[in-house]
Each structure stands twice: as C-alpha cells, then as structure tokens.
C-alpha cells in the first residue's frame, strides 16, 4: 500500500534542512548548489527561509545528467537544462542540495561536475529525503526527512514550484 508525506510534512522538512544549515554556517560566504531537476527548488527555498533570517546565501544551479554513470539506465528521459553557477567556485564553501539520496550516485557525479568548475574550498550535502540504500560511501551533512523505504519502492516527489504541489508518494513495486 503506498504511504503519503503531505504538504505539511515536506514544509516541516525544508524548514528543518533551513534550521540545521543556519546552525552550523559561520561568517564565510555559503552557496547553495541545486541538482536539477527539484533540488534546485528546494535550495530556493532553503535560501527563501534564511534570507528571512537575514542570512544570505549564493545560489546556483548543477545539471549532472551526462555525468551520471548509469546515464543509459535512468527510467525517466533526462532533460538537459543546464547549469548555472555565475559565483566564483574557488575556495567558496558549497552545500550541494537535492531533493532525494538513494544510491549516492548523483552525488558522486555533482562532484566530478562541480570540481570542473574550480577547487571549493568545502563541499556539504544537504537533502530533503534521505530513503537509505546507499551503493557509495556518500552521507549527507544536512537531512530534512529520513524516510523508511524498501530498495524496489518507488519514491515520488512533487514539489509546488515545479509541479503545482507538495506531495510525496512511496509505492511498493
Ligand atoms: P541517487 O543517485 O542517490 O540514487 O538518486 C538521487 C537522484 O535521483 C536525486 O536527484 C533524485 O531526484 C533522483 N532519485 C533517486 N531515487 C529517487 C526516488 O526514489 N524518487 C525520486 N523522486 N527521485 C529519486
Ligand atoms: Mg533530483
């Protein structure tokens, strides 16, 4: 039977990954770094929740789909939409952001695009949903929602600004 997270629920999750990057960022300047497609609108929001705070971070965006090492196995068709990081890379303190870790896969590939660009001086992972079953040795620095699922589930992610709603799905195969 599929279990549901709803739009209070991935609030509570933005608003949780926001607190926990406030809490450990000190006086250098901090980009956030989404991975399209939806980890950069939930960098936006993070962003959204610490400019209230007075805390403003950099923002940019990391399209990795020709990175991924399993490029030809991915289920949906990858749109390629670019990436835009127009701040300089060189020794800036990174928290790269997405909306899901599974495998750590796209992580993995994040740093291979990201260090293309020049030498950070720190790279952090913050995400909305950790769902486990990692097949690399990736953790995440900042998490908003750990969520229990089962390797062959399928965890669906609609977010308001991409999708019109927030919503989560997880279907057992
Ligand atoms: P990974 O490379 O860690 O397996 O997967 C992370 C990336 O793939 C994220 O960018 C995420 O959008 C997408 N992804 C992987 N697994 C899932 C999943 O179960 N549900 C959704 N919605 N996205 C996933
Ligand atoms: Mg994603």
Same mark, same amino acid.
Do not use: K, M, P, W
């Given at each position: 039977m599929s279990r549901f997270l709803d739009a209070e629920a991935i609030e509570?999750?933005?608003?949780?990954l926001a607190r926990a990057i406030r809490e450990r960022v000190g006086e250098a300047p901090v980009a956030l770094v989404g991975i399209r497609s939806r980890g950069d609108e939930v960098a936006e929001r993070v962003c959204r929740v610490l400019a209230e705070e @007075?805390?403003?971070? /950099?923002?940019?965006?990391?399209?990795?789909?020709?990175?991924?090492? @399993?490029?030809?196995? /991915?289920?949906?068709n990858p749109q390629l939409q670019g990436s835009e990081i127009d701040f300089e890379i060189e020794g800036a303190h990174i928290i790269l952001v997405d909306d899901v870790l599974f495998t750590g896969r796209t992580t993995r590939a994040a740093l291979d695009a990201l260090c293309d660009y020049g030498r950070p001086a720190r790279i952090e992972l913050a995400v909305l949903i950790d769902r486990g079953h990692r097949e690399m040795p990736i953790q995440p620095d900042y998490v908003g929602i750990h969520l229990e699922t089962e390797r062959r589930d399928h965890v669906y992610v609609l977010l308001e600004g991409t999708d019109g709603e927030d919503k989560v799905e997880v279907r057992p195969a």
């Open positions: 509570a999750g933005v608003q949780a @007075d805390a403003d971070l /950099l923002y940019g965006t990391l399209d990795i789909s020709l990175y991924r090492d @399993d490029y030809e196995h /991915l289920h949906e």
